[in-house]
């Protein structure tokens, strides 16, 4: 049971603007990482370890679209441009990553993918009504079980996923980025 009082709609207004910052911060993080990353090197899975980074900047892809798109204004027509539902499908929650990339985006695509989704995702942002940030929501958020609290949680999540391709490229036997 959450007991965290709900903030009003200024305070949450403000959050939000916060929120924005932490989600630019991180991204910015995510692409440092993939800029020192060999895109050759995206869908090696080394030292035995169950993902890659092709896999991980599609799940950031996926996970950005939920919390800051669908969970805040629901789905629109446009999106299926951006994320099919086979999309979806291979880089939701609890998908395997798989070696093979035959069957899955190269890593410009993923690259062109995430990048669309942030630019749509950030636009969509600036414009929210902050009534609506105070909505419910089901898990997963952060602080709030409101669209705001998904809104917080998506730089949470985008650091724990920048972290894991962190720990990719070190096993890949490269150099620290930080």
């Known amino acids: 049971m959450n007991t965290t009082a709900l903030p009003d709609v200024d305070a949450a207004a403000s959050m939000l603007q916060g929120a924005i910052g932490q989600i630019n ?8 990482l993939l800029a020192a990353t060999p895109k050759e ?3 090696e899975m080394p030292n ?35 994320v099919s539902g086979n999309f979806r499908k291979a880089y939701s929650r ?10 899955q985006p190269t890593a410009d695509e993923l690259l062109e993918r995430l990048n669309q989704i ?24 952060a602080a709030y079980p409101t669209k705001l609290g998904a809104i917080l949680f998506c730089p949470l999540h985008e650091h724990i996923h920048a ?10 036997g ?5």
Do not use: C
């Not at 092709?54 to 669908?70: E, K, R």
């Not at 609890?94 to 069957?103: L, W, Y």
């Not at 630019?119 to 997963?140: C, G, I, Q, Y």
């Open 25 to 32: 911060f991180a991204r910015d993080y995510t692409q440092q």
């Open 94 to 103: 609890q998908t395997v990553p798989k070696a093979d990339t035959s069957a």
């Open 163 to 172: 972290g894991q391709i962190g720990l990719l490229r070190r096993a890949l």
């Open 174 to 178: 490269l150099a620290s980025v930080r």
């Open 41 to 43: 090197l995206w869908f």
């Open 48 to 82: 035995e370890l169950p993902t890659h980074i092709g896999w991980q900047v599609g799940h950031i892809a996926v996970s950005q679209y939920g919390l800051l798109m669908f969970r805040i204004r629901g789905r629109e027509p446009e999106d299926l441009e951006i």
């Open 118 to 141: 942030h630019k749509r995702a950030m636009t969509e942002l600036s414009k929210v009504d902050p009534a609506v940030l105070l909505e419910p929501v089901d898990m997963p958020y």
